[in-house]
C-alpha cells in the first residue's frame, strides 16, 4: 500500500494512531483471528474490538473472510510506502483530463447493471440496453457484474511535450445486489491494448453514507468506495504501491490522439465480483475519474 500527503491517506493514518490497532497489526502478521481470538488476546469486549478492526479494515489494512458465523481477519498489505512528493516533480507540466461516466464509446455488461445521475437512475437498472440510453451523459455512477465499459480519452498535449508519466485516478468498489463489505472483485485496466493491471476491490461497502452521494440512494445502495491510482512511468506500471505490470511510458509512446481505457471484470477471474465506478456527486471524493499527464518541455 501506498500513502502520500493528502488528505485521501488520513484513514491510514488515523487507523494507525492507537495502541490498540497497532497491536491487531502485529497479531495479524503472524496469524488470522476471529473478532472472539482477538478480543481475548487484547483483554477487550467483542464490541470494542470489533470496532477497532472494521476502522482497520475501512483503512485498507486488514481484509476480512467468513468461516461459517466467523468474520475472520487477515492481514492485508505486504508493505506501506510513504510518497513524499519529490522537488524533481516540480518541473513537469501536469494536465488533467476528466472522463465523464456517462461518455463511454462501447460497453458488454451483465446484470446487476445500471447507471445513475445526481436526481436518480437513469433507465432501468439491470437492463444493459439502458445503457444506451442518450441521458447517459448525465451519469455519475455506473455499475455492472461482470463485462467491459470503454472510454475515449483526448490527447491534448502539445508536440513539443515530453511525456514522463501518465497517471489513471478514480473511486472503484465491487458490485453486489444490495451491498456486502466482504466481496472481493478483480477489476482490470487496459490502456490502447496494453494490460495495465488487475485490482482487487475488497467489497460493495453501504455501512454509512457516502460523503457525496446523493440522498435519494437507498441505505444499501453502493454508497462509496475506494480511492486507486495507477501510474504509467519508465520504470512500469504501479497501483497501490505495487508494481503490476511492466507497462512505461515507452510503450505507449508515441501518444495517440485518442487513448482507448477499458475498466472490465473477466468471467475467468479468480474474484467475479462487479465494478462500481464512483463520479463527481457520489462517494468520497470530489473528483470523478481522470487521467493526468506529466510532462516536460
Not at 496469524?31 to 478480543?39: C, G, H, Q
Not at 439502458?130 to 502539445?158: C, H, K, T
Not at 451491498?179 to 475488497?202: E, K, M, R, V
Amino acid at each position: 500500500m501506498q500513502v502520500d500527503l493528502t488528505e485521501k491517506s488520513l484513514p491510514v493514518y488515523k487507523a494507525l494512531s492507537n495502541a490498540v490497532r497497532l497491536r491487531i497489526l502485529r497479531l495479524l502478521c503472524s496469524d488470522s483471528y476471529s473478532v472472539k481470538e482477538l478480543a481475548e488476546k487484547l483483554d477487550l469486549s467483542q464490541p470494542l474490538t470489533l470496532r477497532h478492526v472494521n476502522q482497520l479494515q475501512k483503512a485498507g489494512l486488514i481484509k476480512f473472510t467468513k468461516e461459517g458465523k466467523n468474520k475472520i481477519s487477515h492481514i492485508g498489505i505486504d508493505e506501506l510506502r510513504l510518497d513524499i512528493p519529490r522537488q524533481v516533480n516540480s518541473s513537469l507540466y501536469a494536465q488533467h483530463v476528466d472522463i465523464p461516466l456517462g461518455l463511454y464509446s462501447d460497453f458488454d455488461v451483465k446484470p446487476t447493471c445500471g447507471i445513475a445521475g445526481l436526481n436518480g437512475y437513469i433507465g432501468h437498472v439491470d437492463e444493459p440496453r439502458y445503457f444506451m440510453d442518450p441521458n447517459r451523459m448525465n451519469a455519475r455512477i455506473v455499475w455492472f457484474s461482470q463485462g467491459f465499459i470503454e472510454y475515449q480519452i483526448g490527447n491534448f498535449l502539445n508536440p513539443d511535450d515530453h511525456l514522463e508519466m501518465l497517471t489513471l485516478s478514480a473511486e472503484m468498489g465491487s458490485e453486489i445486489p444490495l451491498s456486502n463489505s466482504d466481496w472481493p472483485s478483480d477489476i482490470t485496466f487496459t490502456l490502447d491494448g496494453h494490460y495495465l493491471g488487475t485490482w482487487t476491490s475488497p467489497g460493495d461497502f453501504a455501512d454509512t453514507r457516502g460523503k457525496y452521494t446523493p440522498l435519494w440512494t437507498p441505505e444499501k445502495f453502493n454508497q462509496y468506495g475506494t480511492m486507486v491510482t495507477i501510474s504509467i512511468s519508465s520504470s512500469g506500471t504501479w497501483l497501490g504501491g505495487n508494481r503490476v505490470s511492466d507497462v512505461t511510458i515507452a510503450d505507449l509512446l508515441p501518444l495517440p490522439d485518442r487513448l482507448t481505457l477499458r475498466i472490465s471484470v473477466d468471467k475467468h477471474a479468480k474474484n467475479v465480483g462487479g465494478c462500481t465506478i464512483f463520479g463527481k456527486g457520489f462517494g468520497n471524493s470530489k473528483k470523478g475519474m481522470y487521467i493526468t499527464t506529466y510532462s516536460s518541455h
